[in-house]
């Protein structure tokens, strides 16, 4: 059994895709570990701007979570007509497309995937945040954490959406079940007491250096705005869920509204009640709003301990959700030309390994370029989701327009309505308030990034125009003449004579072409050499057989190049050979290890490569390979069988 096999799984058929497919049960970690997680972060991101004012700001926290639920509550409803008219993915990308034009699409399409690769980054710098929280010797070691978290994610993933939320199932509904606990039991004192007492004591409240305005409220509900990110990804995954996809799509999205709104409401009232603020996550000592949190309900023993280890699961796992979403929203942009084919193929596990390979790179990327600092990441997150928000429900008010029949579907329209200027109403805010923190830097990617899925559809169209031209022409078999055969020689081995005995299979026309200043300072010893061997075991036998012997033609390089001389030849054979095509044969040794390939010089695969590229429409390359090892073809065959 292979390495690969042994650490993704045995290759999967295409029939196996229907049980591949997820219930509600999987489907809450599998899309909803994004949501969930951000009741850590982004009450957390609102308390970091807050903090600025000290405690009196606390007073305010619970009514920006009010207008922040509110907010949910108008997705929630939007989000639920989504899935039912679009079953089969009705993400931002799809819904924009069909209702706003190609250019909405792709501008939801750039956001999104912007978003997606913020929220891998965000989530697994949260949970390193909680981990060093209830560790601080870890602190030095916050980036380190947080790629190794992230390698990990990736080769979940690699794995399949079904074994993601499977692994994902116990950490998601113990971090649930914990929290809520720790939340219920906080309420619950507080209701005895106005101001309960922390059963640890919190860590000083830093000296206020501002008053409580109007600026800093709008910038702390931008802040508080990062909690929604992640509520569209059921919307965007539909197909993942098995039938009746809808109905699973549904309840999945329920449950992640109505837990996540929980959490977040039970976080702002203790967070107002015990008087925690957020610290700054760079410097040594810090502790999350969560740990405080849990550490003054519960104090530091066990519960503690078993809280933050299913919070710094969830955080870290939340990216999850990214995992699901972003490989399928690639799909779907690559489907339509906007990004290389290769995003819509499905890899050895029915998933969309390049997509998953490309967003954990570029989570990398971020993670690699701001430390692994959570505070130095939010700011750029929110613009994304609201921007994909507000286009996804702009595209449903059209729909409902186009499309609806009856007051059914103008109360849809009103709802969706109604979610468009409540979404670009909080973007608008976003980017103001967040403009100088680093929002103005998605307005530079954003569209960049369009500008390449633009780029990347003119090529393919370009390319469509020239393989497409002239492809309803009857083929003409009247001149069906063999093609003239060209052979790079190095010496007279049993890879050459392979490459010769298949080239005289093929034309009564092949020159082999040895290049003389390769060989080093014995040049004319090993030419004279060849020379007899040709006669011997080529000439010969050909004449006794009756053929055209093949040509061997010896040629100096005095700059050591192979393909000059080889296009030089290529020319001459065109000559020679008018209105037929050239071959050029090329020997290439196929290693039984991945280590021999650095034993090797490669200069095949770049002959290869070059004739190509250079020769003309009228050459064509055929390699011959010479395998050190016997092939494994039985094996290699029963791995894409299904298990018995």
Same mark, same amino acid.
């Given at each position: 059994?292979?390495?690969?096999?042994?650490?993704?799984?045995? %290759?999967?058929?295409?029939?196996?895709?229907?049980?591949? @497919?997820?219930?509600?049960?999987?489907?809450?970690?599998?899309?909803?570990?994004?949501?969930?997680?951000?009741?850590?972060?982004?009450?957390?991101?609102?308390?970091?701007?807050?903090?600025?004012?000290?405690?009196?700001?606390?007073?305010?926290?619970?009514?920006?979570?009010?207008?922040?639920?509110?907010?949910?509550?108008?997705?929630?409803?939007?989000?639920?007509?989504?899935?039912?008219?679009?079953?089969?993915?009705?993400?931002?990308?799809?819904?924009?497309?069909?209702?706003?034009?190609?250019?909405?699409?792709?501008?939801?399409?750039?956001?999104?995937?912007?978003?997606?690769?913020?929220?891998?980054?965000?989530?697994?710098?949260?949970?390193?945040?909680?981990?060093?929280?209830?560790?601080?010797?870890?602190?030095?070691?916050?980036?380190?954490?947080?790629?190794?978290?992230?390698?990990?994610?990736?080769?979940?993933?690699?794995?399949?959406? @079904?074994?993601?939320?499977?692994?994902?199932?116990?950490?998601?509904?113990?971090?649930?079940?914990?929290?809520?606990?720790?939340?219920?039991?906080?309420?619950?004192?507080?209701?005895?007491?106005?101001?309960?007492?922390?059963?640890?004591?919190?860590?000083?409240?830093?000296?206020?250096?501002?008053?409580?305005?109007?600026?800093?409220?709008?910038?702390?509900?931008?802040?508080?705005?990062?909690?929604?990110?992640?509520?569209?990804? +059921?919307?965007?995954?539909?197909?993942?869920?098995?039938?009746?996809?809808?109905?699973?799509?549904?309840?999945?999205?329920?449950?992640?509204?109505?837990?996540?709104?929980?959490?977040?409401?039970?976080?702002?009232?203790?967070?107002?009640?015990?008087?925690?603020?957020?610290?700054?996550?760079? @410097?040594?000592?810090?502790?999350?709003?969560?740990?405080?949190?849990?550490?003054?309900?519960?104090?530091?023993?066990?519960?503690?301990?078993?809280?933050?280890?299913?919070?710094?699961?969830?955080?870290?796992?939340?990216?999850?959700?990214?995992?699901?979403?972003?490989?399928?929203?690639?799909?779907?942009?690559?489907?339509?030309?906007?990004?290389?084919?290769?995003?819509?193929?499905?890899?050895?596990?029915?998933?969309?390994?390049?997509?998953?390979?490309?967003?954990?790179?570029?989570?990398?990327?971020?993670?690699?370029?701001?430390?692994?600092?959570?505070?130095?990441?939010?700011?750029?997150?929110?613009?994304?989701?609201?921007?994909?928000?507000?286009?996804?429900?702009?595209?449903?008010?059209?729909?409902?327009?186009?499309?609806?029949?009856?007051?059914?579907?103008?109360?849809?329209?009103?709802?969706?309505?109604?979610?468009?200027?409540?979404?670009?109403?909080?973007?608008?805010?976003?980017?103001?308030?967040?403009?100088?923190?680093?929002?103005?830097?998605?307005?530079?990617?954003?569209?960049?990034?369009?500008?390449?899925?633009?780029?990347?559809?003119?090529?393919?169209?370009?390319?469509?125009?020239?393989?497409?031209?002239?492809?309803?022409?009857?083929?003409?078999?009247?001149?069906?003449?063999?093609?003239?055969?060209?052979?790079?020689?190095? %010496?007279?081995?049993?890879?050459?004579?392979?490459?010769?005995?298949?080239?005289? %299979?093929?034309?009564?026309?092949?020159?082999?072409?040895?290049?003389?200043?390769?060989?080093?300072?014995?040049?004319?010893?090993?030419?004279?050499?060849?020379?007899?061997?040709?006669?011997?075991?080529?000439?010969?036998?050909?004449?006794?057989?009756?053929?055209?012997?093949? +040509?061997?033609?010896?040629?100096?390089?005095?700059?050591?190049?192979?393909?000059?001389?080889?296009?030089?030849?290529?020319?001459?054979?065109?000559? %020679?050979?008018?209105?037929?095509?050239?071959?050029?044969?090329?020997?290439?040794?196929?290693?039984?290890?991945?280590?021999?390939?650095?034993?090797?010089?490669?200069?095949?695969?770049?002959?290869?490569?070059?004739?190509?590229?250079?020769?003309?429409?009228?050459?064509? +390359?055929?390699?011959?390979?010479?395998?050190?090892?016997?092939?494994?073809?039985?094996?290699?065959?029963?791995?894409?069988?299904?298990?018995?």
């Amino acid at each position: 059994m292979s390495l690969t096999t042994i650490v993704l799984g045995r %290759r999967l058929a295409n029939r196996e895709a229907g049980g591949r @497919k997820i219930g509600a049960l999987e489907g809450l970690p599998a899309m909803g570990l994004d949501g969930l997680g951000s009741a850590s972060y982004g009450p957390e991101a609102m308390l970091t701007v807050l903090a600025v004012a000290g405690t009196a700001s606390l007073g305010v926290v619970q009514p920006i979570t009010w207008i922040i639920l509110l907010l949910l509550a108008i997705l929630f409803a939007s989000y639920w007509q989504t899935i039912e008219a679009y079953p089969n993915n009705g993400g931002s990308y799809i819904v924009a497309r069909e209702n706003l034009g190609e250019n909405a699409g792709l501008l939801a399409a750039a956001a999104l995937m912007l978003d997606y690769m913020l929220n891998v980054a965000v989530g697994i710098s949260a949970g390193v945040g909680a981990l060093t929280s209830a560790v601080p010797a870890l602190h030095g070691y916050t980036l380190p954490l947080c790629l190794a978290i992230l390698v990990a994610l990736t080769l979940v993933n690699l794995r399949g959406t @079904k074994e993601s939320g499977v692994a994902l199932g116990l950490p998601t509904y113990l971090f649930i079940a914990t929290l809520a606990g720790i939340l219920a039991a906080g309420i619950w004192q507080a209701l005895g007491a106005p101001h309960p007492h922390p059963v640890t004591p919190l860590p000083p409240a830093a000296r206020a250096t501002a008053p409580v305005t109007l600026w800093l409220l709008v910038r702390a509900f931008a802040a508080g705005c990062t909690a929604m990110t992640g509520v569209e990804a +059921v919307s965007n995954g539909v197909g993942a869920f098995r039938e009746p996809s809808v109905r699973y799509a549904h309840r999945t999205l329920a449950a992640i509204v109505v837990v996540l709104g929980l959490l977040l409401a039970g976080i702002a009232f203790l967070a107002h009640g015990y008087g925690i603020m957020a610290m700054d996550q760079a @410097k040594p000592g810090y502790q999350s709003v969560i740990s405080q949190l849990v550490g003054a309900v519960a104090g530091r023993g066990a519960v503690y301990a078993v809280t933050i280890a299913s919070v710094l699961a969830v955080l870290c796992l939340s990216a999850n959700t990214s995992f699901v979403g972003f490989p399928r929203l690639c799909r779907g942009v690559a489907a339509d030309s906007y990004l290389p084919k290769a995003f819509a193929v499905p890899g050895r596990r029915l998933v969309y390994t390049i997509g998953i390979l490309f967003l954990a790179a570029g989570a990398g990327g971020l993670l690699i370029v701001f430390g692994g600092i959570t505070d130095r990441l939010i700011p750029l997150f929110a613009v994304g989701a609201f921007l994909s928000f507000s286009l996804s429900q702009a595209g449903m008010a059209v729909h409902w327009h186009r499309h609806g029949r009856g007051g059914a579907d103008r109360g849809r329209l009103g709802i969706n309505g109604l979610g468009a200027a409540a979404t670009s109403t909080a973007l608008a805010v976003i980017l103001v308030a967040k403009f100088t923190e680093g929002a103005w830097l998605t307005l530079v990617v954003i569209p960049l990034t369009l500008g390449l899925l633009l780029a990347i559809r003119r090529y393919y169209a370009g390319l469509d125009r020239q393989v497409l031209a002239g492809s309803r022409r009857r083929m003409d078999l009247a001149d069906h003449a063999p093609p003239c055969v060209v052979i790079p020689l190095e %010496r007279w081995d049993r890879m050459a004579h392979r490459a010769v005995h298949m080239a005289a %299979r093929l034309s009564p026309d092949v020159v082999a072409l040895h290049l003389t200043d390769l060989d080093g300072p014995d040049a004319q010893q090993h030419e004279d050499r060849l020379r007899a061997q040709w006669a011997d075991f080529v000439e010969r036998p050909a004449a006794e057989a009756g053929l055209r012997p093949p +040509v061997l033609v010896v040629e100096g390089s005095p700059y050591r190049s192979v393909l000059a001389p080889l296009l030089r030849e290529v020319v001459s054979l065109r000559e %020679r050979c008018p209105r037929r095509p050239v071959m050029v044969i090329l020997s290439e040794l196929v290693g039984g290890n991945w280590w021999e390939a650095a034993l090797h010089t490669g200069r095949t695969q770049r002959l290869r490569a070059e004739i190509l590229r250079h020769g003309g429409a009228d050459v064509s +390359v055929l390699v011959v390979p010479w395998q050190l090892e016997p092939p494994e073809t039985e094996r290699m065959l029963a791995e894409e069988e299904p298990a018995s």
